[in-house]
């Protein structure tokens, strides 16, 4: 337990002095850089290196820019002085890693106690929560879906959850909200306990507003009576803008803070980040880690900078990360350190977020992002090569543990009061590690099993981390059938389709990749301290031991999940489709079969040499055969 107080109150010493933004690393061997230079995060000593990049580009275009973008620009430089683009934080080096914050540990004890039944102050989560309002971000997204429907079944005396939500089309948010709780996501509360769904209140906002879009009359409600907060709202793009990934990601985060501040009796405030925020470390420990720049200067920058060549400086400016979401969710991380102040708070860092495991009922799924989109193109027959290293751990989480344990960590933030900021990673790789080719062979073996109604042909894949062969595979398997497909579709007056589903897998493949050809080592010490702070009953009630996971049983349900929720496929289709599966397969086989006798052939006609090898094998097969009778 010892071990885990000291990565937390790493946090402690950064909460100390981010007032005025300076960050000295200690130069213990532990906070060094993998070269072994210390990194010195300090603005006004040392700039970033992007003046010269942001000039040249700036130059580049400026005969293509508007006078007004020219004039931003212009201004942008001034800030600085002497043509610094008045960004205070260091550019890390691509070779040199941010390295973690210092420790302070000032003689704490450890935050975690384990549950001991004689222990008459233990407070039950279900009791935690009576009486109690909750305020949470991204509640139509699919976690929040999730975070809503239990607290609603396994907290019955909450008092009600707010619901940021914005309007959208023309809808209002009542009528968003009645949607919402329309799902089947909560078809057993409409059944069981209808009263429970009128405690959910809509909050009428924007994310991406000042003061989140919410009118002070709503404020003014949600000050007085929210106690509990959950902040999920993001934009979980990938390949998002970075303007507005940093308006979503970060802007949000802080005008969020800067309401529970004006809360009266708040007593936690649960951050869900991202387990790859840093994800240009190898082995992540529960802590916030050092920024790669100040993350009020890049708040700054895109406000001034115009677009076109913000998205022309982003690949630097995001440096060893894949994508903007990290990026921004590894700022986000530090800046809700530094605004947080005194507020308690958690941060829960989810890895690959996928399908229910239990609750509210096994394989519920409501989008296609991330591995469930790859595995339906897979259950469909148009998806059948990747870039992959099939012996490197898949972290994934089902959906209701992400959602139990921040559940747990807010009722444990606030029942303990502490200095630190806890972290929390939530990930299997480190106790119940599933590698991605024992993942993709039960996939492989519940979309047989369990086919979906007008799969276009049998389901077979291969996972390579050969980039040629696997470009030639994707050619071969994946766009010539396409083509050929909507060639045939075209002659016989429908629309065609494929080639352009085929580009969709294609982008959400080259997102995929960076995760599914790397490795991560995350930490989850706090995890499993948590968990061991629950009475027996709360951790039957609110479970998120991963090792609790059958995954050969988990990817059959996952399979069965999308395709009832996300296909909207009755289990009733599954004996015409399974029949349709066994043809695929026959055909699949005579395809195979063709296409060897095919190379043959042409083989044969190209070289004599082989056409003789062959007449000789022949030759020697007959004989044999001849000398069976008298074996």
Known sequence: MSNANVKKTETENCNSSSSNNNFKQLSSPSQQSHDGKTILLNGHQRTNGLTHTAAAIAAATSTASSSSAASSLTAATSLGGGGNLGLNAALISSTTPATALPPNTNGLQSPYERYREDDTSYVPIGQFFAGRSVFITGGTGFMGKVLVEKLLRSCPDIRNIYLLIRPKRGQEVSARLTELLNAPLFESLRREKPKELSKVIPISGDITSEELGISEKDQNLLCRNVSIVFHSAATVKFDEKLKLSVTINMLGTKRLVELCHRMLSLDALIHVSTAYCNCDRTDVSEVIYAPPYNPDDIISLINWLPEDILDQLTPRLIGKRPNTYTFTKALAEHMLLKEAGNLPVAIVRPSIVTASLNEPFAGWVDNFNGPTGLVSALAKGLFRTMMCEKNYVADMVPVDIVINLMIAAAWRTATRKSNN?????????????????????????????????????????????????NTLNCILKHFL???????????????????????????????????????????????????????????????????????????????????????????????????????????????????????????????????????????????????????
């Open 421 to 469: 900021l806890l972290i929390y990673n939530c990930c299997t790789g480190q106790r119940n590690p599933i590698l991605w080719s024992e993942f993709v062979k039960h996939a492989m073996t519940s979309v047989r099993k369990h086919p979906l109604e007008g799969c276009l042909w049998y389901p077979t894949g291969e996972l390579r981390m050969n980039r040629p062969i």
């Open 481 to 631: 059938p396409a083509y050929i497909l909507d060639g045939v579709a075209r002659i016989m007056g429908k629309k065609p389709f494929v080639v352009n589903v085929q580009n969709k897998i294609a982008k959400a493949v080259e997102c995929l990749e960076y995760f599914a050809t790397r490795q991560w080592r995350f930490k989850d010490d706090n995890v499993n301290a948590l968990l061991h702070t629950l009475s027996p009953k709360d951790r039957e009630i609110f479970v998120f031991d991963v090792r609790h996971i059958n995954w050969d049983k988990y990817v059959e349900r996952y399979v069965l999940g999308f395709r009832e929720f996300l296909f909207k496929q009755r289990p009733e289709s599954l004996p015409a489709s399974r029949k349709r599966m066994v043809r695929l397969y026959y055909l699949h086989q005579l395809t195979k079969l063709v296409a060897v006798l095919i190379t043959w052939r042409f083989l044969m006609s190209r070289s004599k040499r082989l056409n003789d090898l062959w007449s000789a094998f022949l030759d020697n097969a007959l004989k044999m055969a001849r000398l069976i009778p008298f074996l």
